[in-house]
């Protein structure tokens, strides 16, 4: 079945500095691919979308480039901020007749100043 | 305009005992979804309804779980003789369409004793 793989963190990383969180997947047909956000204290917020092969979703500075040869959707940002501190979870829309969302484990992102 | 809004927000209950949580969801959004989120894991996909009809339980866990949407509006998740390891977030998201963009509320923790 379809499923979603994320890389374990916690991750740390001071101000300014690159990020990248991975993630692979594993579907059947062609899936949608999601970033989402969960600020603390506030509920899940998309952050970023693909729905085809070599698109790119970009918002607030993440981009995220869907890559069916390597079923990875990796979130990346050139210089993170305090204030991008949160969990982050990727996930994929099967391409079945279904609306459900299947979601990563969540990595956590802490940035320190 | 108002978000997804979940009650209560938080419910502590004792084992056996039947609890309901409720799921208001965006005016206008035909597509409800029902996801649980455990401590340090990914939401997991329980129930989605297109408009009042369940369009694909198969995330519900056993028979003790049961979700209706009778007006295709509000949705109200039941849960019979609670367990202990029913405790989680339980967390409510709506979309326009089906495969639209999907809107969590705040989410629904549930503890049971």
């Known amino acids: 079945g379809n499923s979603v793989t994320q890389m374990e963190g916690p991750v740390t990383l001071s101000e300014e500095a690159f990020l990248t969180i991975n993630c692979t997947y594993t579907a059947t047909g062609y899936p949608s691919l999601f970033w989402y956000v969960q600020y603390p204290g506030e509920g899940l917020q998309l952050l970023l979308k693909?729905?085809?092969?070599?698109d790119k979703g970009s918002n607030k500075g993440f981009e995220a480039t869907y890559r069916k040869e390597t079923t990875s959707f990796h979130l990346e940002k050139g210089s993170v901020q305090v204030s991008d501190s949160a969990v982050y979870f990727c996930a994929l829309h099967g391409s079945g007749n279904t609306g459900k969302l299947i979601f990563g484990q969540g990595t956590t992102l802490q940035v320190k100043p | 305009g108002a978000g997804v809004s979940q009650t209560p927000s938080n419910k502590v209950t004792e084992k056996g005992k039947y609890v309901e949580l409720r799921c208001d969801p965006i005016?206008?959004?035909?597509?409800l979804y029902w996801y649980r989120q455990s401590l340090g894991q990914g939401p997991e996909f329980l129930i989605y309804?297109?408009?009042?009809?369940?369009?694909?339980d198969s995330g519900l866990p056993n028979d003790r779980f049961f979700a209706v949407r009778p007006e295709g509006s509000v949705s109200t998740l039941k849960i019979q003789r609670t367990e202990r390891g029913d405790s989680a977030v339980y967390l409510c998201?709506?979309?326009?369409?089906?495969?639209?963009?999907?809107?969590f509320g705040p989410g629904t923790r549930l503890t049971v004793l």
């Open positions: 998201a709506s979309s326009f369409l089906e495969y639209n963009e999907q809107f």
């Open positions: 693909a729905t085809k092969a070599d």
């Open positions: 309804f297109q408009g009042t009809g369940a369009a694909d």
């Open positions: 005016s206008g959004h035909t597509a």
